[in-house]
């Protein structure tokens, strides 16, 4: 919270979104009024938090989210630490890693970013109880919400995780056995095709290249 609410960047990307949230919640039409490179969804968000808690929007109301967001998000990576290895030093390790890497939030506070980082993060932990539920169909049904919410923030973080349940779905749907080789190698392909299909007009880059082959 110290960090959030005394880092403060020149170029100023947080009162931008401010601006753009107060123009949004004052009845301005998103994208042909109020100028914006994120989705809709981030607008109902704050919508339905300044509703929820009768407050205005504000530099402090967005520090505060952006606080909310990390901390959640490293709290469900050392739950899911937890779960796949029931080991109290792996669920701890795993939180304040994810804890330390998110310190970029400091940067742009009030962007999407740490509301993504969370929402991938509660998408993660419950693929960890598809395998053990009773009710999968809760489950798939809520990843699926996750997804939606996503693509309608930034499309290309939400086809990445489209992309990474698809895999999940295609190795542990129960298929009959002659399918289940070839849905494991089509999900392995798929996931490992991801970057080069959507960079494919990129790769005479460097830095693309590095990056296709660092995901590979």
């Given at each position: ?5 005394t ?16 123009n949004?919640?004052?009845?301005l039409?998103l994208?042909?009024d ?19 808690l ?5 530099h402090?109301l967005g520090?505060?989210?952006t ?8 709290l ?6 937890w ?11 795993s939180?304040a ?18 509301h993504i980082?969370?929402l991938?993060s ?11 539920t009773r009710?999968?169909?809760l489950?798939?049904?809520a990843?699926?919400t ?8 930034k499309?290309n ?8 349940l ?5 190795r542990?749907?129960?298929?009959p ?17 991801v ?16 990056f ?5």
């Amino acid at each position: 919270y110290l960090l959030v609410n005394t880092t403060f960047m020149p170029y100023d990307d947080e009162g931008y979104v401010l601006i753009s949230l107060r123009n949004y919640l004052s009845g301005l039409r998103l994208y042909d009024d109020v100028f914006s490179q994120y989705g809709p969804w981030p607008y109902v968000y704050h919508e339905l938090i300044t509703s929820a808690l009768h407050v205005t929007v504000t530099h402090a109301l967005g520090r505060l989210l952006t606080v909310f967001h990390w901390v959640g998000t490293a709290l469900m990576c050392g739950w899911l630490g937890w779960r796949l290895t029931r080991n109290q030093f792996a669920a701890t390790a795993s939180a304040a890693l994810v804890f330390g890497l998110m310190w970029q939030n400091t940067s742009e506070p009030s962007h999407p970013g740490s509301h993504i980082a969370f929402l991938i993060s509660v998408a993660v932990v419950l693929v960890s109880y598809l395998a053990d539920t009773r009710r999968p169909v809760l489950v798939y049904a809520a990843l699926g919400t996750i997804t939606g919410l996503l693509l309608l923030t930034k499309i290309n973080v939400g086809l990445l995780l489209a992309a990474g349940l698809g895999c999940f779905a295609l190795r542990h749907t129960a298929w009959p056995d002659r399918f289940v080789r070839p849905a494991g190698l089509l999900a392995v392909a798929g996931i490992l095709a991801v970057p080069w299909v959507l960079l494919g007009r990129q790769l005479d880059q460097g830095w693309v290249q590095i990056f296709a082959m660092e995901f590979t």
